[in-house]
């Protein structure tokens, strides 16, 4: 079967670093997508992944093994605005994209 | 101003109504998608149109009926619901088609509460 495994929920203090790991199972890969969701607000993009290694894109960095079925988001100088959840999607044979659950992210003072 | 609007944000119906969500994208994208979002659970694709033309069905029950009149435009028309059925509905689009892997932007949703 598909799945999307991911933390439930993750803790960190202002100003740290936080790693939000992913491992998938998918009958095909084409890709594996993070999405931020605020309470209440639509999930929006934040990276996308095919090939193995490090994207970064200024305080959020994504990483890929697809060897591992595995990815992480990293989050650095994290801020208060960055508490939210954070949605895992792989893309399988037909595009279609398999979610997790989502990791809730709390940012404490 | 998310590109992608959705409307009724809140709707509450007993289980013999029947209503319908709107979705409307101002982003010239070829592809449209409904969600399912539970508390603690993954997003569940509903339905797929890929320009106009409906892709995927996954095994939604009947009582949800989908409408795609055109490229900007799509409604999930609800009848007889139940009350597993109350989540937020999340309607989404992309570029250039389902096969373009591109990134699906979202609107904020219906949430809807079945009584």
């Known amino acids: 079967g598909q799945n999307i495994d991911q933390p439930t929920e993750m803790t960190a203090t202002e100003g740290a670093i936080v790693q939000i790991n992913c491992t998938y199972q998918t009958s095909g890969f084409n890709g594996l997508f993070w999405y931020q969701q605020h309470a209440g607000e639509a999930p929006t993009f934040l990276s996308y992944n095919v090939?193995?290694?490090?994207?970064?894109?200024?305080?959020?960095?994504?990483?890929l093994s697809r060897s591992k079925g595995y990815s992480y988001l990293l989050l650095k100088e994290l801020q208060m605005?960055?508490?939210a959840s954070y949605l895992c999607a792989?893309?399988?044979s037909n595009y279609q994209l398999i979610w997790g659950a989502g990791t809730k992210l709390i940012i404490k003072p | 101003e998310t590109g992608v609007t959705q409307?009724?944000?809140h709707l509450v119906m007993g289980m013999t109504n029947k209503k319908s969500l709107k979705c409307?994208?101002?982003l010239g994208h070829n592809a449209m998608y409904w969600y399912k979002q539970s508390a603690k659970k993954p997003l569940e694709l509903m339905f797929v149109y890929n320009f106009k033309e409906q892709t995927e069905n996954n095994s939604v029950p009947s009582r949800f009926s989908p409408e795609c009149p055109n490229s900007s435009h799509l409604f999930l028309h609800l009848h007889t619901l139940q009350?597993?059925?109350s989540a937020l509905y999340l309607c989404a689009s992309s570029q250039e088609?389902?096969?373009?892997?591109?990134p699906q932007h979202f609107g904020d949703g219906t949430r809807l509460s079945i009584l």
């Open chain 1, 51 to 63: 090939l193995d290694g490090l994207e970064e894109k200024g305080r959020f960095s994504s990483f």
């Open chain 1, 81 to 83: 605005k960055d508490s």
């Open chain 1, 90 to 92: 792989s893309s399988d």
């Open chain 2, 7 to 9: 409307t009724p944000r």
């Open chain 2, 24 to 26: 409307e994208q101002h």
């Open chain 2, 83 to 85: 009350p597993e059925d």
């Open chain 2, 97 to 102: 088609g389902v096969e373009s892997n591109q």
